[in-house]
């Protein structure tokens, strides 16, 4: 037996690497092909947005929140209004839930089938890759049919949302999610999660206990792939979740496939919901009247949303005046890079990419 | 909750309960900082994940920390809330305890300057090594100068 500390090497995985997912930087320490340590280093898109709260007025921000997670921007702008209208116990039209937990899960999907893709891409299957953007970008046409964006909608206001939606808009989705399902419960199966070679790559590796996920603090489908049925969406259900029907799903396996399988399968039961929220939505106002220019009065305000990532919250503090006094982001990608760095130890350098890329983190919302 | 009557019982002196503006939420305001790590040890089996560490800068008395912890079982919270010296930050680190904690106390460290006593690895996390003061704080300003630093010494 070779000692591990010996012939050991470190090797540097980044800031700009096309597996990272954004700009992220890894350390790494191996010994013939074990990693033996981990420091991942974050900050590369630090924007100071906390900073930027506390000098802009509540309105002013919105469009910050849109870009912290910029694959999942409609979730955090929802979660940003909500934690706002609570504040300011103001409660919005039954017609805004509905179009705000279409938005939600209209996004969910979309950052569902980006991390496909960037897991094909990860894998040398270009294929998935090309697909997983394909099928993203048919809901990308939907949402910029009702927001007028695509990427950074700027769709949610405090108090409502901004555009009603167009007429044409349940039709148009409902064909799209046809399209979707049949490509995911087809194609998608033959290319990734029934085809050996993609098996090979990611079933068992970088296994993840229950106990291990919950002691780091992982939450959403990362967690869900370990065997804990928790999803916020069903524990303290927000927006329109408690009228609509749907299942957690979970994996027992805990590795990189589990992971995949969650996601993929998450897809499927967005798209149930998307369907029944499609049929029971009510007609009426999306809007509430808030003033441009509001005060809040001496408060502490927490909401907590489950996002295509995991559990991210917000906690306000405010002080009586225009602008929060503090405002904490808990984003959900940043317990997954933590984990990462007891997770990849024993794992051979070749799964990095795989394991990584299986825990979906994006840098936008772990920098803040 | 039970675990708030354990607590209390164990903690009688130091421990108050404050109301909380928020559902589900059971906030606990404790005077003692030496006994937080204790605290700490005393709900994890309960309360499994540090789910957010909130600092709130309160110029000039105190630095406000508030420990949220959470639960995979249900939605509970609980909120541990502690008051620290503005001049002198220091409170034990809890990241041995709860591996979820020991990254948010080095973002406490990076934005704030609190320290943390007994933390496996405190360095800056978010900002460079030379990054100029602490950026959350009230005092901190922000000039052109932050704005376009870059940490190299250029001229344009």
Not at chain 1, 111 to 128: K, M, P, R
Not at chain 1, 236 to 263: C, H, Q, W
Request: charged share 25%; with cysteine; aromatic share 10%.
């Amino acid at each position: 037996m070779k000692d591990s500390t010996q012939n050991k090497i470190t090797i540097n995985i980044g800031p700009v690497h096309p597996s990272t997912h954004g700009v992220l930087r890894f350390i790494v320490d191996i010994s013939e092909d074990t990693i033996v340590k981990v420091d991942p280093e974050i900050g590369y898109v630090h924007r100071g947005v906390e900073k930027m709260a506390e000098m802009k007025n509540y309105n002013s921000f919105m469009p910050v929140a849109d870009k912290l997670d910029y694959i999942a921007a409609l979730n955090w702008e929802v979660l940003y209004a909500d934690v706002i209208e609570k504040a300011l116990n103001v409660s919005i039209t039954p017609r805004t839930v509905y179009i705000r937990t279409i938005m939600c899960e209209i996004q969910r999907i979309m950052s569902h089938l980006l991390f496909l893709a960037h897991v094909g891409e990860d894998l040398g299957n270009t294929t998935l890759f090309m697909w997983g953007f394909r099928e993203r970008e048919l809901l990308m046409d939907v949402v910029e049919e009702v927001s007028g964006g695509r990427l950074a909608p700027m769709y949610m206001s405090i108090g409502g949302v901004y555009y009603d939606l167009t007429l044409s808009f349940g039709r148009r989705l409902l064909e799209v999610l046809d399209t979707i399902e049949h490509k995911v419960k087809n194609e998608y199966k033959a290319i990734s999660y029934q085809n050996d070679a993609f098996r090979l790559r990611t079933v068992g590796v970088g296994v993840m206990s229950k106990e291990f996920g919950i002691s780091h603090g992982l939450t959403g489908p990362n967690i869900r792939a370990s065997g804990v049925k928790r999803d916020l969406r069903k524990d303290s259900p927000y927006l329109a979740y408690d009228k609509v029907d749907f299942e957690v799903i979970t994996e027992n396996d805990g590795d990189a496939y589990a992971r995949f399988m969650v996601r993929i399968n998450e897809i499927l039961e967005s798209i149930k919901i998307l369907r029944q929220a499609i049929k029971e939505i009510p007609s009426g106002e999306t809007k509430v009247k808030v003033p441009w220019f509001f005060k809040i009065p001496p408060k502490y305000t927490f909401v907590r949303h489950e996002t295509p990532r995991g559990e991210a919250a917000m906690y306000l503090v405010t002080n009586g005046d225009l602008k929060p006094y503090r405002l904490k982001i808990r984003a959900p990608s940043f317990y997954a890079i933590q984990a990462i760095k007891d997770l990849l130890v024993g794992n051979k350098v070749a799964d990095l990419v795989t394991i990584l890329g299986s825990l979906d983190p994006v840098p936008g919302e772990i920098d803040r | 909750m039970e675990t708030v009557e354990r607590l209390k019982s164990e903690f009688s002196s130091s421990l108050t309960s404050l109301p909380s503006t928020n559902a589900n939420e059971t906030l606990l305001l404790l005077s003692e900082n030496e006994a937080l790590k204790k605290l700490v040890k005393s709900i994890s089996t309960e309360f499994d994940i540090l789910f957010t560490l909130l600092v709130v800068d309160r110029p000039p008395e105190a630095f406000e920390l508030n420990y949220v912890f959470s639960r995979y079982r249900d939605s509970a919270l609980l909120t541990i809330r502690v008051n620290l010296n503005h001049d002198k930050p220091v409170i034990d680190s809890i990241a041995k305890i709860l591996p979820s904690a020991e990254w948010e106390e080095r973002e406490a460290y990076d934005l704030f300057g609190i320290k943390f006593r007994g933390h496996p690895d405190l360095r800056r996390i978010l900002l460079q090594d030379d990054w100029p003061g602490r950026p959350l704080r009230k005092d901190f300003v922000v000039t052109d100068e932050i704005r376009n630093w870059t940490g190299l010494d250029l001229k344009f």
